[in-house]
Structures are given as structure tokens and as C-alpha cells.
T-cell receptor, first 115, second 113 residues
Framework: AQKITQTQPGMFVQEKEAVTLDCTYD???????LFWYKQPSSGEMIFLIY??????QNATEGRYSLNFQKARKSANLVISASQLGDSAMYFC????????????FGSGTKLNVKP | DVKVTQSSRYLVKRTGEKVFLECVQD?????MFWYRQDPGLGLRLIYF???????EKGDIPEGYSVSREKKERFSLILESASTNQTSMYLC????????????FGQGTRLTVV
């Protein structure tokens, strides 16, 4: 069975500082994708970044980067230069790369950015 | 603009009622999902469907059923609503065999009284 673990229920970061949100996963699939989503208080799920298990380079999207360590089965999200609008829930997710028949989420991390 | 639409943003139902939550996507995606979101538990998969009339149980299917008669529509059914089914329900769809993200509806906050 696949499993996603996010061990930080809540975090605080000072505006303009960088923050790392942790995510570890467990899967027997050889090919899979790792995703991060942001959920503001309004409730919508916003896709942030994707990493394929065979991608050699860590994914980056603007201020977001994914620190992918395959041997350790971790896929941490790094947000550089935090902004007040980054305050939200953040979810790590995983799906099998070629079927996505199941798409699993972690329990989430609530990030609060302090001015 | 891609879209996943859930029929209601907020619902209040009585214990024992049969409840239908509807989800429609316009992206011709094969796979569709229903999740339940509760504080501290993240998103838990209730059911998913990988084709018309095809479904598989997720991690918490008890008390729920689903229907997928058309590719674009995936319905979640609470046969006899109970107070412990009060939650946020999220529908998502994804294109199979593509390394792309899942697209979500806006969520339905269901309260069972």
C-alpha cells in the first residue's frame, strides 16, 4: 500500500525567509509521481509542483522547489522568500506514474507566514 | 480553462437521508476520485473510477457508494447519512497515463444534523 507522511502539522516562518515542508512516502511502484498542493482558507486545491520518480533534476516552479531524495523516499517542498499569501495548508501527494488509479495525500502542514 | 464542478458548495442534510454529491469534469479525463477531508487527517480516498461504470474502493468506502454512468460525471452517494459523515468532500479528475496533476472541484461542505 502506498502511504504519504507529513510530520509537521503546523509551521511558522518569517516573511521573506525560506521554509521547508517535509514529506516522506512509501510505495512499491517503480514509476510514480510526487505532487504538492496548496489549500488556502477558501478551500480550493492549487497545484504547485510535480516530480517524476525518474526525473534526475529536482523540480522547480518559481519560488517553489522540490527536494527529491529517492533513496530516502522524501520529497520536501522548499518555499523561498515566503510571502504572507503563502499562509495555507500544504499537501504532499503521490500517484502511480502510468495509471494514477489511486492518488494519495498526506495529512497536510499548516503554514503561517508572520509579517 | 479546465474545470471540475461540484454541484453544491454547502449542504445540510438530516440523519438517515439519502444524499447525492455530483461532480462533473469537462477535460475528458478517464480517472475521477472522491475524497473526504477532515482536520488532521488530510484527504482520504473514498472511491475512484477509471472508466465509465468502473469503480474501485479507496481507503474509507464504508457508508458510501458511487455511480459513473457517463465519463464526465462521477456521483458520490451517502445511502443513509450519519453525523460522522459531516465533512468536506472533494472531487478530482486526472488524465490517465500522463504525468500531470489532478484537478479539483471547489469542494462540498456537508453537514449532517
Amino acid at each position: 500500500a502506498q502511504k504519504i507522511t507529513q510530520t509537521q502539522p503546523g509551521m511558522f516562518v518569517q516573511e521573506k525567509e525560506a521554509v521547508t515542508l517535509d514529506c516522506t512516502y512509501d510505495t512499491s511502484d517503480q514509476s510514480y509521481g510526487l505532487f504538492w498542493y496548496k489549500q488556502p482558507s477558501s478551500g480550493e486545491m492549487i497545484f504547485l509542483i510535480y516530480q517524476g520518480s525518474y526525473d534526475e533534476q529536482n523540480a522547480t516552479e518559481g519560488r517553489y522547489s522540490l527536494n527529491f531524495q529517492k533513496a530516502r523516499k522524501s520529497a520536501n517542498l522548499v518555499i523561498s522568500a515566503s510571502q504572507l499569501g503563502d499562509s495555507a495548508m500544504y499537501f504532499c501527494a503521490m500517484g502511480g506514474l502510468y495509471n494514477f488509479n489511486k492518488f494519495y495525500f498526506g495529512s497536510g502542514t499548516k503554514l503561517n507566514v508572520k509579517p | 480553462d479546465v474545470k471540475v464542478t461540484q454541484s453544491s458548495r454547502y449542504l445540510v442534510k438530516r440523519t438517515g437521508e439519502k444524499v447525492f454529491l455530483e461532480c462533473v469534469q469537462d477535460m475528458d479525463h478517464e480517472n475521477m476520485f472522491w475524497y473526504r477531508q477532515d482536520p488532521g487527517l488530510g484527504l482520504r480516498l473514498i472511491y475512484f473510477s477509471y472508466d465509465v461504470k468502473m469503480k474501485e474502493k479507496g481507503d474509507i468506502p464504508e457508508g458510501y457508494s458511487v455511480s459513473r454512468e457517463k465519463k464526465e460525471r462521477f456521483s458520490l452517494i451517502l445511502e443513509s447519512a450519519s453525523t460522522n459523515q459531516t465533512s468536506m468532500y472533494l472531487c478530482a479528475s486526472i488524465q490517465r497515463h500522463k504525468n500531470t496533476e489532478a484537478f479539483f472541484g471547489q469542494g462540498t461542505r456537508l453537514t449532517v444534523v
